[in-house]
């Protein structure tokens, strides 16, 4: 009698294993996927999918240094998944599980190795760039028909903060994506990891710091789309998907998107899989399914970012292949500055101005 009872728990057992083989956890940043893809997967693989959202690199990373996170894939930027590979944080990717990798395109992938040789570890995902979304009309009218929406003055500058502060002001809330760039308005190395030069960017950002409403990665989107916003240091797409909002609305509302002319922040968004995820066979089906040229395209088509995936770019509307501020002609190429992670003291460093930054203090 012993004997049929123990092999129904062994049997349970092993459904309980299969039941869990057949579930994928991503972790990936918001408003950035096309979620009829997420509903795809699922139909296409069987395999259940937990779908969560961030909106900062620095919540990511705490997730991946502490372990145990329970994704499967995660999404951080080039500069920190090379910080988190050293750390011991991803497994190698088994390039036999991903047929779609011949998709992908060299252009990029010679640019991610910067952070991750051999790209062993990870794929892309998207790349943009980071600058200043504006409402056209609103800027205009507080700054006059010349206002240099496609300049760092525009938020750099007090005077012009000052003015805009009436009709509000977003920053990102991320420390990387923002000291680079005034580095590079104060004539510096946006790259730099001399404490002394890294200094310089608080008196700057101290002096605008009172007309900043907000310092957030995500809420920007909707508010430039509605109008309680007339300035947003964000991320190209989600400044577009903002441009897309409004006009959905119908609202009158007019968002553009520059990169500034002084150079801006060319930053790669790279699928991993965690050392301890739970499913790291589903994670590989997850990235196969992506790198489907029509998956990906469809996802670039709804989020405005630009893809490593060379084959799918035949699918993308034209509103997004022929947009050099998705897709950077060679000469807006040129004026596009990537970013190496900091050492931890400097990160010590840098996490204290920016708290100091952002209490305003
Ligand atoms: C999507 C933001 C992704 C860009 N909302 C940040 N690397």
Same mark, same amino acid.
């Given at each position: 009698?012993?004997?049929?009872?123990?092999?129904?728990?062994?049997?349970?057992?092993?459904?309980?294993?299969?039941?869990?083989?057949?579930?994928?956890?991503?972790?990936?940043?918001?408003?950035?996927?096309?979620?009829?893809?997420?509903?795809?997967?699922?139909?296409?693989?069987?395999?259940?999918?937990?779908?969560?959202?961030?909106?900062?690199?620095?919540?990511?990373?705490?997730?991946?240094?502490?372990?145990?996170?329970?994704?499967?894939?995660?999404?951080?930027?080039?500069?920190?998944?090379?910080?988190?590979?050293?750390?011991?944080?991803?497994?190698?990717?088994?390039?036999?599980?991903?047929?779609?990798?011949?998709?992908?395109?060299?252009?990029?992938?010679?640019?991610?190795?910067?952070?991750?040789?051999?790209?062993?570890?990870?794929?892309?995902?998207?790349?943009?760039? *980071?600058?200043?979304?504006?409402?056209?009309?609103?800027?205009?009218?507080?700054?006059?028909?010349?206002?240099?929406?496609?300049?760092?003055?525009?938020?750099?500058?007090?005077?012009?903060?000052?003015?805009?502060?009436?009709?509000?002001?977003?920053?990102?809330?991320?420390?990387?994506?923002?000291?680079?760039?005034?580095?590079?308005?104060?004539?510096?190395?946006?790259?730099?990891?001399?404490?002394?030069?890294?200094?310089?960017?608080?008196?700057?950002?101290?002096?605008?710091?009172?007309?900043?409403?907000?310092?957030?990665?995500?809420?920007?989107?909707?508010?430039?789309?509605?109008?309680?916003?007339?300035?947003?240091?964000?991320?190209?797409?989600?400044?577009?998907?903002?441009?897309?909002?409004?006009?959905?609305?119908?609202?009158?509302?007019?968002?553009?998107?520059?990169?500034?002319?002084?150079?801006?922040?060319?930053?790669?968004?790279?699928?991993?899989?965690?050392?301890?995820?739970?499913?790291?066979?589903?994670?590989?089906?997850?990235?196969?399914?992506?790198?489907?040229?029509?998956?990906?395209?469809?996802?670039?088509?709804?989020?405005?970012?630009?893809?490593?995936?060379?084959?799918?770019?035949?699918?993308?509307?034209?509103?997004?292949?022929?947009?050099?501020?998705?897709?950077?002609?060679?000469?807006?190429?040129?004026?596009?500055?990537?970013?190496?992670?900091?050492?931890?003291?400097?990160?010590?460093?840098?996490?204290?101005?920016? *708290?100091?930054?952002?209490?305003?203090?």
């Amino acid at each position: 009698m012993k004997t049929p009872l123990l092999s129904f728990t062994a049997t349970l057992a092993l459904l309980a294993t299969a039941a869990q083989a057949q579930e994928v956890r991503v972790y990936n940043w918001s408003d950035y996927i096309d979620e009829s893809l997420l509903e795809k997967f699922e139909s296409e693989t069987g395999i259940d999918l937990i779908y969560d959202v961030f909106d900062s690199n620095e919540v990511l990373e705490t997730k991946m240094l502490a372990g145990s996170s329970g994704y499967d894939v995660v999404v951080p930027t080039g500069s920190f998944l090379q910080r988190q590979i050293m750390a011991g944080a991803f497994q190698k990717l088994d390039k036999s599980k991903l047929p779609n990798l011949e998709n992908m395109w060299d252009v990029i992938e010679e640019r991610t190795a910067q952070y991750d040789p051999d790209n062993e570890y990870s794929v892309n995902y998207m790349w943009g760039t *980071t600058g200043i979304g504006v409402n056209v009309a609103k800027v205009k009218e507080v700054l006059g028909e010349d206002a240099p929406i496609d300049s760092l003055d525009l938020i750099f500058d007090p005077a012009n903060m000052e003015k805009l502060a009436a009709c509000g002001v977003y920053f990102l809330d991320a420390p990387t994506e923002v000291i680079p760039a005034v580095l590079k308005y104060i004539g510096e190395d946006p790259d730099s990891k001399d404490a002394e030069v890294i200094a310089k960017t608080e008196p700057v950002l101290m002096a605008v710091r009172p007309y900043i409403s907000k310092f957030h990665s995500s809420e920007y989107i909707n508010a430039l789309a509605n109008g309680d916003i007339c300035v947003a240091f964000g991320w190209s797409g989600d400044v577009l998907q903002a441009r897309d909002r409004a006009a959905e609305a119908d609202n009158g509302v007019e968002v553009a998107y520059n990169a500034p002319k002084e150079g801006a922040l060319m930053w790669f968004d790279q699928m991993a899989i965690p050392v301890d995820a739970p499913n790291p066979d589903a994670a590989h089906t997850f990235l196969n399914f992506i790198m489907d040229p029509e998956n990906m395209a469809a996802a670039s088509n709804y989020v405005y970012y630009a893809n490593g995936n060379e084959a799918s770019q035949e699918f993308l509307n034209e509103d997004v292949i022929e947009d050099t501020a998705i897709y950077p002609d060679a000469e807006t190429l040129e004026n596009l500055y990537t970013f190496t992670p900091y050492d931890q003291r400097l990160n010590r460093d840098v996490t204290r101005l920016w *708290t100091k930054v952002k209490s305003g203090a």
